[in-house]
């Protein structure tokens, strides 16, 4: 497909305008693909699948459930769960609906569910009894629902959350659990029953630019970012990558990305919806073996992950787990969400038969996928770039002093990647201050698709622009580490480790890690000395496991400049050098 419109002299990209955009909601393209193709298998989940005719059909009932339980079009519905089919009938049900769907990562503590609930002011939460975490016993819920179903009054649910007025329960126990016993006001499989037979009405008041994702980019406990993202944004996103991988009908995607984040909802749900594929979830949530063993039971064509997903697999295969020849049908797929050694992709290459597969770049804040190599380019393109800018959106590289300046193009030109277009998020919910500050308006030029003044996102991240309009990612202006595909913010564990008694100061950087790709390093100034497991102890109690430092170094002082920044280059410079 043709990515670029014109080749110009400044670090300027517009991609393609020829493939038009979709200009509808989802509930209606999702109708469209069910009179295609209703009997065809939309998701295949472990054991268990759906054909497009039955999750239209059950999508239908459970919105209409939600109607019955008081939830309208524009409310949040919050939802804490594996990778499963459920997913995929709740997030269609509040795409018909018009009701704002809000995953919630399952690895959250209750404080952080329950502050990013508050944010949001959700009306609805849906979760499961038992919580399964890669790599982990399944965790109940059941604290969390307590601590949640907190009001004595029974005119309200919860004092911790007082817009909350549904607690909906999925029981994956098994038997497990005594549901009975939970603080929950409905039950997913009984409303999808009551309401069966029944059809919800299109919503004729939807339109393609009404919110229908709130996407959080972190698990932070002060000041949370929930991303805006629209009908329009999230449908052409998924539509067009679809179309970069030239996905067609019939073909088997394997995702074992999670459907909480972007690329499991928008990469995987989506586009497989609008191609008409297959959605192949192996497990609630990423395993290695289930991953490999589905991708050869379903004849899987296309295979995404992040670098340490395919890490896993790799290593399995090394073992002798399952031969190269049950991959055989793999021909594309998606890798990203972190820096890919170029080792790595050799070995995908030469072992899991993905010679198609396309390295892509993107953000929350995009939709999410902004660049991406094509299933054709060469492999000295895939192995050193995100390829070229998606159809329908600009790109451009900013002076990082300057950011309205346009840099030359050149491999040795490097500033900040600003993206416009129509998959630039609509905002920050609730917090228009973080927006202004990351969406930038361009005094100078119209944007041909909205007619209005261009908008222009700073994504923060640094990179270049070659003369064939190949951007490479050189670094990252902001100081977020990517553990896995993961997003980890120091600033978070720099104030858990704060409240430490022993903890004078301490900065948080990412180290390079053959597994994960970066992996935190706390350094700290300490009161009296401490051990470094007490340390990662102390933040294993507040904090997702992602943030526990794999590296704690005591140190006297920290690097400062002369106005008391901390100099967090000398801290990795400091690290690498003792890792050696």
């Known amino acids: 497909m043709p990515f670029l419109l014109e080749t110009q002299t400044l670090a300027r990209t517009d991609g393609s305008t020829q ?17 295609a193709s ?18 239209h059909a059950q999508s239908d009932a459970f919105a209409l459930g939600l109607i019955e339980l008081g939830i309208r079009a524009g409310d949040r519905v919050a939802l804490s769960l594996g990778n499963g089919i459920e997913y995929a009938v709740i997030a269609y049900a509040c795409f018909k609906l018009g009701a704002i769907l809000t995953p919630l990562n399952p690895g959250y503590l209750p404080g ?15 979760t499961s009894t038992e919580i399964k975490l890669p790599h982990k016993d399944p965790r109940l819920t059941s604290e969390l629902l307590q601590e949640i179903a907190t009001s004595s ?12 007025q549904h607690l909906l329960l999925i029981d994956n126990s098994g038997g497990r659990v005594d549901v009975t016993a939970l603080p929950v006001t409905a039950d997913y499989e009984a409303l999808i ?56 009908a019939g073909e ?28 192949l979830l192996p497990s609630p949530s990423f395993d290695a073996r289930a991953t490999l063993q589905s991708i050869a039971e379903h004849n899987a064509t296309v295979l995404y992950g992040v670098p340490t997903m395919f890490l896993m697999e790799l290593d399995l295969m090394s073992q002798g787990f399952i031969q190269k020849s049950a991959l055989r049908h793999l021909r594309t797929g998606i890798i990203g969400g972190s820096p890919i050694a170029p080792s790595l992709r050799l070995r995908l290459h ?63 030109q490097r500033g900040e990647l600003q993206i416009s277009g129509y998959a630039v998020m609509a905002g920050y919910w609730d917090a228009p201050e973080e927006t202004a500050r990351t969406l930038l308006v361009d005094e100078e030029e119209i944007d041909p698709q909205t007619q209005r003044k261009r908008i222009w996102l700073r994504t923060g991240d640094e990179a270049t622009m070659g003369v ?57 100034v300490l009161r009296v000395e401490t051990s470094p497991e007490e340390l990662r102890a102390w933040v294993r109690q507040k904090c997702p496991a992602a943030m526990v430092p794999k590296h704690v170094f005591a140190v006297d002082r920290l690097p400062l400049t002369a106005s008391g920044k901390l100099e967090k280059y000398k801290l990795r410079e400091m690290g690498e050098r003792w890792l050696q």
């Open 468 to 524: 064939d309009g190949t951007i490479r990612i050189t670094g990252r202006i902001k100081d977020i580490i990517i553990r896995g595909g993961e997003n980890i913010y120091p600033g978070e564990i720099e104030d858990t480790l704060l409240t430490h008694p022993q903890v004078a100061n301490v900065g948080v950087v990412g180290l390079a890690d053959a597994i994960y790709g970066e992996v935190p390093a706390a350094f700290v």
């Open 193 to 248: 029953l009551a309401h069966g037979s029944q059809r919800l009405p299109p919503q004729d008041h939807l339109g393609a630019e009404d919110v229908a994702n709130l996407q959080f980019t972190s698990g932070t406990t002060s000041a949370p970012k929930a991303v805006c993202l629209t009908h329009r944004n999230i449908l052409n996103n998924a539509y067009l990558v679809g179309q970069g991988m030239e996905l067609s």
């Open 350 to 412: 030469q072992h899991m038969n993905l010679s198609g597969l396309t390295n892509c770049y993107g953000l929350t804040e995009a939709s999410p996928i902004v660049c991406m190599t094509g299933v054709l380019d060469c492999l000295d393109k895939r192995l050193t770039s995100v390829g070229q800018v998606l159809p329908h959106t600009a790109i451009r590289i900013a002076d990082r002093n300057n950011p309205t300046r346009t840099l030359p193009r050149g491999d040795n």
């Open 19 to 35: 493939i038009p955009l979709l200009e509808q909601p989802i509930g209606e393209c999702f109708r469209r693909v069910v009179s």
């Open 252 to 279: 088997v995607v394997c995702c074992p990305p999670p459907l909480h984040h972007c690329f499991g909802l928008v990469l995987g749900l989506l586009t497989a919806m609008i191609h008409r594929a297959t959605l």
């Open 153 to 164: 009054d029974p005119t309200s649910l919860s004092t911790t959350v007082p817009s909350l």
């Open 112 to 126: 952080q569910v329950i502050h990013a609930l508050n944010h949001i002011t959700a009306r609805c939460f849906i």
């Open 38 to 55: 209703p009997d065809q298998i939309a998701i295949h989940s472990g054991t268990r699948h759906i054909t497009y005719g039955e999750l």
